[in-house]
């Protein structure tokens, strides 16, 4: 069974700032990893996903991530932080890039001007 | 990339009647259909999974007879919440996949629905 662990329910940072968003997975089999951002009353925006090809994946809108099978993590990162990021994140694992997905709780995002 | 749309946007409806939610894939031929729900301030729970021309998968815990997911062709599944009620209410967001050779989930803008 595959399970994603997301460390903070909230996460608040100064605009201009470090994102740093944090997801653990669980999965017997090589997963594929996503992160999705979705903002109020709307569905998921895909922000970059991990299929087994370079371990740091770049996205949409300034992020990234970096998929670390010895730590089992693939945390997201923006450099510096714009009020627009504001919004919540989810980290999900699949055994294949589609099948359904297994999210995490999600985390919100608040940036602070 | 591919674009699934899902209708209505938001419904608000009455104790006890039925709500039909769509979901379409406009460009490609979904073979395979996801149903997830979202409560407020949660992550997003699998409730079925159907495929074109055949009965939905449903996770354990989601009652069939509650949910009605049909997918009779390959642009689009319904969702039925029978006999709705206020714990009903939540954000139903449908995903999508089947595009020859993408390994890879299309995600509808969600359904709020309030049940008064």
């Known amino acids: 069974a595959q399970s994603v662990t997301q460390l903070g329910s909230h996460v608040s940072v100064s605009e201009g700032a470090l994102v740093l968003l944090r997801c653990n997975y669980s999965?017997?089999?090589?997963?594929?990893l996503f992160w999705y951002v979705q903002y109020p009353n709307q569905g998921l925006q895909l922000l970059l996903k991990?299929?087994?090809?370079?371990?740091l994946v770049k996205g949409i809108n300034g992020f990234e991530a970096e998929f670390k099978k010895s730590e089992t993590s693939f945390h997201l990162t923006k450099p510096s932080a714009h009020m627009s990021d504001a919004a919540e994140y989810f980290c999900?694992?699949?055994?294949?890039?589609?099948?359904?997905?297994?999210f995490g709780k999600g985390t919100r995002l608040s940036v602070i001007a | 990339g591919a674009v699934v749309s899902q209708h209505p946007s938001r419904v608000i409806c009455k104790s006890g009647t039925s709500v039909k939610i769509e979901c379409r894939s406009l460009?490609?031929?979904?073979?395979?259909m996801f149903w997830y729900r979202q409560f407020p301030k949660k992550s997003l729970m699998l409730m079925a999974t159907?495929?074109?021309?055949?009965?939905?998968?449903?996770e354990q815990g989601v009652e069939k007879d509650k949910f009605l997911i049909n997918h009779a062709s390959l642009t689009l599944s319904t969702l039925t919440v029978t006999s709705a009620h206020p714990e009903d209410s939540s954000f139903y967001i449908c995903?999508?996949?089947?595009?020859?050779?993408?390994?890879?989930?299309?995600f509808g803008e969600g359904s709020r629905l309030t049940v008064l």
């Open positions: 159907s495929n074109e021309g055949s009965k939905a998968t449903y």
């Open positions: 991990y299929t087994s090809a370079a371990t």
């Open positions: 460009d490609f031929q979904a073979t395979t």
């Open positions: 995903s999508a996949t089947g595009l020859a050779g993408v390994k890879e989930l299309f």
């Open positions: 999900a694992v699949s055994e294949s890039g589609n099948t359904p997905l297994v």
């Open positions: 999965s017997s089999v090589p997963p594929y």
